[in-house]
C-alpha cells in the first residue's frame, strides 16, 4: 500500500494501544484502497466505524470532544540502509529486547519504573487540549540535538477530522506519487506535476496527459496565467496549455525550469538549473518573445558541486526579480546582472521565496533537520531567523493573510497573521497528509489547501465542518440554543447551563447561577437585558454592556419551574411582539411579561392544549405561536386563534418559525419543513424529516433557510423559480460531532461571506458554506451518433427520424465530491414552455418522443451547499418530416396494388365459379359420355345378342333347309345349285356372324376374366390379321393383377377396345414381326398396360390430321376413365404405347 513511497526511507509507527494500532492500520488501508479520488478518499474513512461497531453494539454517534491519545511512545523515523540484524531492519521488539538483556537494563529497572509511572500519572492530570485539526508549535528555548522525531506536545495531540482530507495517490490514477507542483486551470481542474509525468484531475478521474514537443516527462513547475494558460516546467525545457494544444518553448529547449511566476498580464518569468532566468512575454494576438534576464549563466558556489548555478524559486519585490539559488543565497536580477542580497543572518542555500500580505519577505533554506530553516524580515538586509524547528524548507506559499511552509521532513506549517503557528504532520492528523515530506502547497478558488508529497498528493478543507467541545461532560455539549448578543457576544444554552464563547482563548466557560438549568431560549429585550428561558423557568438579567463580563452575569428568576425538560412553566420560547416581552411556558401557554411578572394570556380555558413550544412574530402584524400537538395558532394583539391558512398543520408539532425576506414563513415540524405563501396554500418543502430549528443565513439571501434535524444532521433548504425547494444535507460523515441538531446560528464573515454554528447533541460544530459557483461542462451527448461537446455552441439539429437526445455532464468542485451534485435539467419549446424537467443526482438526461420543432435545454449544478453553476443552455432542433414522395408513390401503387388485388379476387371467384360450372358439366358430360358408351355397349350387347339369337338361328334353320335339297335337283330344271356349296356358304356367313357378335359384345370378358381377355384381344388379332402381316406376340401379366386392380366391367371395356384398336394399328400400320404386351397393377391400385412393338416408327401428331378415327376414339375411351395413354419412338425402332390409370380401383363404376 505504499504505492510511490520512497524506496530510501520507511515509516515505523509506535506500539502504542491496541486501538491506536487497529485505527493506524485501518487508516493506511483506507488510504490505499479507496476506490475513487479525492471524491471518496475525502470523506470520514468507513473503516474507523467499522472498527467501533465491532465494540459497541449500535453505530456509534461522532464526539464533539477530541480523541486523546493514551500512547507515551514517539513516531520514530529510520533509514532501511541503517538497519540492524543482518541488513533487515529492526524491530522495536527485538530492539527494547536487546536493550533489556544488557546489564545495565537490570541495575536501572525498578528505578525507571517508579520514574514512568509518575510522569503517567502526572500526563493524567494535565487539562485536556482543546479540540483542533493541527498541533500548535511551540517556541523553542534553547537548540535541541537532532532526533529521529519531534518533541511531543505538553498535551495530548489532538486528531484532526479526516471528513477534512482527502488525497489522490498511484492508485487513483497518478503517473507517479512524488507530487512537485499543483496548479488549477480556469475550468476547475487541477493539475498535478509528478516525476513521472502531467496529471490532469477533473474531480473524478486522474489522467496522465503527453507533453508534446518535449522529451521527458519530469514535472517541476506549474503556474497559471492571467489568461487561463497553463505553463510548464519540465527537465527537458516549458510548453504552455492553450485551448487544449501543447506548444513547447522552444527558446529554452533543454533548460530545467524550477519555478515558474506570472508578476502581471502576458509575462512570464521562468527559473532553471543552467544558471539563467528568462522571461516570457505575450502579446495579445498569442505570439510571444522569450528572453534571458541574464547575460551569462551564472556558475555554482558550491565546491562539492560545481557546475551551473541552481535556481530554486522566484519572487517579485518593489517591481524588481530576486531569485533564491543553492550555494549563492537570494540574487537580484536587474539589467542583465545577478547581485547577491546581503542578509543579516546567513542563507546560501535558499528553496523558496515569497512575499505575504503586508509585504513581509519569507526565505527558506535548506538546512538540518529540527534547525530552524525560516527567514523573515521587511527588508532582505533585515533578514532574521525565524527560530521555529521547520528543518529544510522546500516551498512557502502567501494564502490571503497567512503563510504556509512546506518541509522536507518536519511537515507542514502555518504562521495566522494573530494566531500561533499550527503544523500539520503524518502523526497529527491521524494519516490526512500522507507524508511528512512536502514539496508543493496550492490553494484553489474554493480556499482547499492543497500538499504534493511524496505520497501523491493530498487536499486540506480549512472550512469544513470541525467539531468543538462546549463543556467538559456530555450534559455541557448537548446544545439546545446558540445565539448572539447585540455586543457581539456568543451564547450557547446547554442541558446543563449556559456558555459564553471566549474568541481569544478559543473555549466555552460557563455563565455561573445557571449551571445545572436545561437551557431552551436566549433574547434580548428593548432594554439590553437578557433574558434566559429554561426548564427550571424564567431568568432575566442585568443590562448589558461591551465589556460585560458574562461569567459573573446574575440572573433574576421570575417564574419557577420543577427544572425537568418536560415539566410544567418550562420556558420554551422567548419572542419580542409590538414592544412586550411573550414566552412559550410548556404547559401553561402563551404568558406575557409585564413589570418583572409574567400573566398568562392564552389559554384561559383548562380544556384547550397548552403545550406552546414555539413563539414568533411576524412584524408588528401577528405572533405566531407553535404547539406540541395541536399546530399553528394567530395571536393578533387582541385574541389567540386559528388561522385557516395554517390549516395543513393541524396536529402537527411546531418547533421553530421563520420568515424570510419575500414575507414566506417556513415552519419546523414534526412531519418536515412547511413552506407558507402569502395567499397561497402552505407546501411541505422537506418532507420526512424532523425538524427542530430554522435559521437563515447572515447574508440575507432570500428563499435559503438552514434547518437543524433529529437524525439527520444539518438541511439547508433552498426556493428555487423553475425547481421549487431544493434540499442539501450536512450530517456526521461531513464531520457533524451528531445527526441530532437543535441550534444553527449563522455570523456574517469580514470578506462578506457568513459562518455557521451548529449545535448538537454532541457539542458545536463550525462550518462555512461554499461560494465559488461549480464549473458544469458535457461529457457525452448523443443522439443517432455521438456528437462532440463542441457542437452545443452552435446547437444541434436532428435529421428526420431522430426525436431522442441524451445529455451527460459533469460538475467540478473541489468541496463537493461527485456524489453529492445534484443536477437540474430543463427542456423548453420555442414558447418557452416547459415539457420536461428533471432535478437529481443522476447526471444524465434523456429526450425522447420529441415532436419536430425547436428546443432550448437548460442544465445546472449544485453543490452540496447549493451553489449553482452557471446554466449550460443550447439549442435543439427537431427537423420535420420530408414530404413523403416515396411513401406517396408507394401508397398509389399499394392502392392500384388493391384494386387489381380487388379485380383479381372477384376475377377468381368468377373464374372459379365458372371452372366450378365448367367442371360440373365436364363431370356431367364425362358421365353422359360414360353413359352414352354405356347405352353403345348396351347396344352392341343388343345387336349382338339379336344377331346371335335371330340371325344365327336362321342361319341354322336355312342350312337345315339346305341339307333337305335334293343332291342333283330337278331333272328338267338347269344347272342347279349345289347344296354342299350353299351350306358352306351359310356356314360361312354364320362364322361372320359371331365374330361381328364378338366384336359387339366380347364373351371372353365375362367368360375367362380381364387378363384372358387381353391375351385374346392379342391373340385374335394374330389371327384375324392376314397371313403377310401375322407376327410373334408375347404377353405378359401380373399374377396379382385380378387383386390388385379391381376394375369396374366399364372400365375393363373401354381398356379391351383401346387393346384391340392399338392391336389392330400394330398389325394394319406398324408391320411388326414381334410385339410385347405388358400388364400389371401396383398394391395401390394402379393400372399399367404397355404394348411395345419393333415395327415402323408412330407419330401420333401426324395421325391427328389423317381422317381416321382410331386415335381420336381411344383418347375418348381413355378420358371416359380418367386414364392416360402415350406413344414413345424407341432409339432401336418400333413403338411404345402405354395406357396408365391411376387408383384404378377408384375408377367410375358402370
Not at 514517539?74 to 544488557?102: I, P, V, Y
Not at 469544513?464 to 450534559?475: D, Q, S
Not at 394570556?601 to 405561536?625: E, K, M, Q
Request: one cysteine or more; a neutral charge; charged letters at 20%.
Amino acid at each position: 500500500g505504499a504505492g510511490g513511497l520512497d524506496r530510501t526511507r520507511s515509516k515505523t509507527l509506535p506500539r502504542g494501544t491496541e486501538k491506536e494500532q487497529e485505527v493506524s492500520r485501518r487508516t493506511d488501508e483506507w488510504e490505499c484502497c479507496c476506490g475513487s479520488a479525492v471524491a471518496q478518499c475525502g470523506e470520514a474513512p468507513p473503516h474507523l466505524r467499522r472498527f467501533d461497531n465491532q465494540q459497541e453494539a449500535v453505530p456509534p454517534c461522532v464526539e464533539a470532544q477530541p480523541r486523546r491519545s493514551n500512547s507515551t511512545r514517539k513516531f520514530t523515523e529510520r533509514h532501511s540502509l541503517s538497519a540492524l540484524r543482518g541488513g533487515k531492519a529492526a524491530n522495536a521488539r527485538a530492539t527494547r529486547k536487546d536493550f533489556l538483556s544488557t546489564d545495565f537494563g537490570l541495575r536501572v529497572s525498578f528505578s525507571t519504573f517508579w520514574l514512568l509511572l509518575s510522569a503517567f500519572f502526572l500526563v493524567l492530570l494535565l487539562p485536556p487540549a482543546p479540540a483542533s485539526s493541527q498541533t500548535a508549535e511551540p517556541q523553542p528555548t534553547q537548540s535541541s540535538p537532532p532526533s529521529p522525531s519531534p518533541s511531543p506536545s505538553p498535551s495530548p495531540t489532538p486528531v484532526t477530522g479526516l471528513n477534512q482530507w482527502g488525497a489522490v495517490t498511484l492508485f487513483h490514477g497518478l503517473p507517479s506519487d512524488r507530487v512537485h507542483a499543483i496548479a488549477q486551470g480556469p475550468d476547475g481542474v487541477m493539475w498535478f506535476g509528478t516525476e513521472a509525468g502531467l496529471a490532469k484531475f477533473d474531480g473524478r478521474r486522474t489522467q496522465t496527459v503527453t507533453i508534446n514537443g518535449l522529451s521527458t516527462a519530469h514535472v517541476l513547475a506549474l503556474q497559471s496565467d492571467q489568461e487561463g494558460a497553463l505553463w510548464i516546467g519540465t527537465e527537458a525545457g516549458a510548453a504552455r496549455l492553450v485551448a487544449g494544444e501543447f506548444e513547447a518553448i522552444s527558446e529554452i529547449a533543454g533548460n530545467a525550469i524550477t519555478a515558474i511566476i506570472t508578476p502581471e498580464r502576458g509575462r512570464v518569468v521562468m527559473a532553471t538549473e543552467q544558471g539563467n532566468i528568462f522571461e516570457c512575454r505575450v502579446q495579445p494576438d498569442g505570439s510571444r518573445q522569450t528572453t534571458p534576464l541574464l547575460t551569462q549563466p551564472l556558475q555554482s558556489a558550491d565546491r562539492e558541486h560545481p557546475g551551473p548555478l541552481v535556481f530554486t524559486s522566484l519572487a517579485i519585490v518593489n517591481k524588481r526579480v530576486f531569485a533564491g539559488s543553492l550555494s549563492r543565497g537570494v540574487l537580484a536580477i536587474e539589467d542583465g546582472l545577478a547581485r547577491e542580497m546581503e542578509t543579516r543572518a546567513s542563507a546560501f542555500f535558499v528553496r523558496a521565496l515569497q512575499t505575504d500580505a503586508s509585504g513581509k519577505i519569507w526565505v527558506g533554506t535548506r538546512v538540518k533537520k529540527d534547525e530552524p530553516g525560516l527567514l523573515t524580515g521587511a527588508e532582505f538586509s533585515r533578514l532574521a531567523r525565524n527560530e521555529i524547528p521547520t528543518g529544510t524548507v522546500t516551498g512557502v506559499q502567501n494564502i490571503g493573510r497567512d503563510i504556509w511552509v512546506a518541509t522536507d521532513g518536519r511537515g507542514v506549517f502555518l504562521f495566522p497573521e494573530q494566531k500561533k503557528v499550527q503544523r500539520f504532520t503524518f502523526d497529527g492528523t491521524a494519516g490526512g497528509l500522507r507524508s511528512d515530506h512536502v514539496y508543493a502547497i496550492f490553494r484553489d478558488r474554493e480556499d482547499v489547501i492543497w500538499f504534493g508529497t511524496d505520497r501523491g498528493v493530498c487536499r486540506y478543507d480549512p472550512n469544513a465542518a470541525r467539531a468543538e467541545a462546549v463543556g467538559n461532560n456530555p450534559e455541557s455539549n448537548f446544545v439546545r440554543t446558540l445565539y448572539q448578543t447585540s455586543k457581539g457576544q456568543l451564547l450557547a444554552g446547554t442541558n446543563r447551563g449556559l456558555f459564553v464563547y471566549d474568541a481569544s482563548a478559543s473555549l466555552w466557560n460557563p455563565v455561573s447561577g445557571l449551571e445545572r438549568n436545561i437551557i431552551y431560549a436566549i433574547e434580548e429585550d428593548n432594554t439590553g437585558r437578557l433574558l434566559v428561558g429554561s426548564a427550571s423557568g424564567f431568568y432575566v438579567g442585568s443590562k448589558l454592556s461591551a465589556d460585560a463580563n458574562l461569567q459573573s452575569q446574575t440572573f433574576n428568576r421570575v417564574e419557577a419551574s420543577f427544572g425537568s425538560a418536560d415539566a410544567v412553566g418550562s420556558i420554551r420560547a422567548i419572542a419580542q411582539f409590538r414592544g412586550g416581552v411573550y414566552v412559550a411556558s410548556y404547559g401553561r401557554g402563551v404568558e406575557q411579561l409585564e413589570d418583572n411578572r409574567v400573566r398568562n394570556l392564552w389559554p384561559s380555558d383548562s380544556t384547550i392544549p397548552r403545550d406552546v413550544v414555539s413563539l414568533f412574530a411576524d412584524g408588528d402584524r401577528r405572533l405566531i405561536v407553535g404547539s406540541a400537538s395541536d399546530g399553528v395558532f394567530i395571536f393578533d394583539g387582541t385574541e389567540v386563534k386559528p388561522e385557516p391558512a395554517f390549516a395543513k398543520l393541524k396536529g402537527s408539532t411546531v418547533r421553530s418559525i421563520l420568515s424570510t425576506p419575500d414575507n414566506s414563513l417556513w415552519l419546523a415540524t414534526n412531519r418536515g419543513v412547511y413552506l407558507c405563501k402569502a395567499n397561497s396554500e402552505c407546501i411541505l418543502a422537506a418532507p420526512g424529516f424532523e425538524a427542530r430549528y430554522l435559521a437563515r443565513d447572515a447574508t440575507g439571501k432570500q428563499n435559503e433557510v438552514w434547518c437543524g434535524t433529529t437524525g439527520n444532521g444539518l438541511l439547508k433548504i433552498s426556493l428555487d423559480d423553475q425547481l421549487g425547494p431544493i434540499l442539501s444535507q450536512l450530517d456526521a460523515e461531513q464531520g457533524l460531532p451528531s445527526q441530532n441538531v437543535f441550534a444553527v446560528r449563522s455570523q456574517a464573515q469580514a470578506d462578506g461571506s457568513s459562518a455557521l454554528l451548529i449545535g448538537t447533541s454532541r457539542g458545536v460544530a463550525r462550518y462555512q458554506p461554499g461560494r465559488a459557483t461549480p464549473t458544469l461542462y458535457a461529457t457525452r451527448v448523443i443522439s443517432k451518433r455521438v456528437h462532440s461537446p463542441g457542437e452545443l455552441a452552435t446547437g444541434l439539429s436532428l435529421e428526420y427520424p431522430q426525436n431522442s437526445l441524451l445529455l451527460d455532464v459533469a460538475a467540478i468542485s473541489s468541496r463537493t465530491f461527485p456524489e453529492q451534485f445534484q443536477y437540474a435539467f430543463t427542456l423548453a419549446d420555442s414558447r418557452g414552455a416547459v415539457i420536461k424537467q428533471k432535478l437529481s443526482r443522476e447526471s444524465q438526461f434523456i429526450m425522447e418522443g420529441l415532436t419536430a420543432g425547436r428546443y432550448r435545454v437548460t442544465a445546472r449544478a449544485f453543490t452540496k451547499d447549493l451553489i449553482a453553476s452557471e446554466p449550460m443552455s443550447f439549442e435543439l432542433s427537431i427537423a420535420k418530416a420530408p414530404f413523403p414522395w416515396t411513401s406517396t408513390a408507394l401508397a398509389i401503387l399499394l392502392a392500384l396494388a388493391l384494386l387489381a388485388l380487388l379485380w383479381a379476387i372477384l376475377e377468381r371467384r368468377r373464374i372459379a365459379a365458372t371452372s366450378a360450372a365448367l367442371v360440373e358439366a365436364n363431370s356431367e358430360l364425362a358421365d353422359a359420355r360414360l353413359n352414352l358408351a354405356n347405352e353403345a355397349e348396351r347396344e352392341r350387347r343388343r345387336i349382338a345378342r339379336d344377331l346371335h339369337d335371330q340371325t344365327l338361328a336362321d342361319l341354322r334353320h336355312l342350312m337345315l333347309l339346305s341339307d333337305q335339297l335334293p343332291a342333283n335337283g330337278d331333272a328338267g330344271a338347269g344347272k342347279q345349285l349345289d347344296a354342299g356349296v350353299l351350306r358352306t356358304e351359310i356356314e360361312s356367313i354364320s362364322q361372320e356372324v359371331r365374330r361381328i357378335c364378338e366384336d359387339l359384345s366380347p364373351s371372353v370378358l365375362q367368360n375367362v376374366g380381364f387378363a384372358a381377355a387381353l391375351e385374346f384381344a392379342l391373340s385374335h388379332a394374330v389371327q384375324d390379321a392376314p397371313p403377310e402381316k401375322q407376327f410373334e406376340y408375347e404377353f405378359v401379366c401380373d399374377e396379382s393383377l385380378e387383386e390388385h386392380a379391381r376394375l369396374p366391367a366399364n372400365v375393363q371395356m373401354q381398356i379391351y377396345r383401346i387393346v384391340q384398336e392399338a392391336v389392330s394399328n400394330v398389325w394394319r400400320h406398324a408391320g411388326a414381326t414381334h410385339v410385347k404386351m405388358t400388364v400389371k397393377a401396383s398394391p395401390a391400385g394402379e393400372f399399367y398396360l404397355q404394348l411395345k412393338d419393333n415395327g415402323k416408327d408412330f407419330e401420333p401428331q401426324e395421325q391427328q390430321n389423317s381422317r381416321g378415327r382410331g386415335l381420336a376414339n381411344m383418347r375418348a375411351r381413355a378420358s371416359l376413365i380418367d386414364a392416360d395413354i402415350s406413344w414413345e419412338k424407341l432409339e432401336s425402332g418400333g413403338t411404345v404405347f402405354t395406357l396408365q390409370l391411376k387408383r384404378a380401383a377408384a375408377s367410375r363404376p358402370s
